[in-house]
Nanobody
Framework: QVQLVESGGGLVQAGGSLRLSCAAS????????MGWFRQAPGKEREFVAS????????YYVDSVKGRFTISRDNAKNTVYLQMNSLKNEDTAVYYC????????????????WGQGTQVTVSS
């Protein structure tokens, strides 16, 4: 069982940066692949990025490649999403997710979810 709590969201101007954090409970954090999804108003939730259990393999949706970086610190039971060069279209609620299986495509269905944190990018 894994419980996830996101933080770090907020309001930022276009071109700016934010770093999201996701703190996980449970002793088996290092056994889970972790990821981030987002859901913009009126749109379906979409995959953003994933990282495998040891942090050596990552996968990103095309729209964030080169701008977002996912990382994890297993000693702190935390996964991060560094977001640079933010655009208006990045505005969404961002969700942390976990699953024993790693995502190597955008069609990933993790078993555990956080409550989400709002990211708003203004012009």
């Amino acid at each position: 069982q894994v419980q996830l709590v996101e933080s770090g969201g907020g309001l930022v101007q276009a071109g700016g940066s934010l770093r999201l954090s996701c703190a996980a409970s449970g002793r088996t954090f290092s056994m889970y692949a972790m990821g981030w999804f987002r859901q913009a108003p009126g749109k379906e939730r979409e995959f953003v990025a994933s990282i495998n259990w040891i942090g050596r393999s990552t996968y990103y949706v095309d729209s964030v490649k080169g701008r977002f970086t996912i990382s994890r610190d297993n000693a702190k039971n935390t996964v991060y999403l560094q977001m640079n060069s933010l655009k208006n279209e990045d505005t969404a609620v961002y969700y942390c997710a976990a699953d024993p299986s790693m995502a190597y495509s955008t069609t990933w269905y993790p078993g555990y979810w956080g409550q989400g944190t709002q990211v708003t990018v203004s012009s």
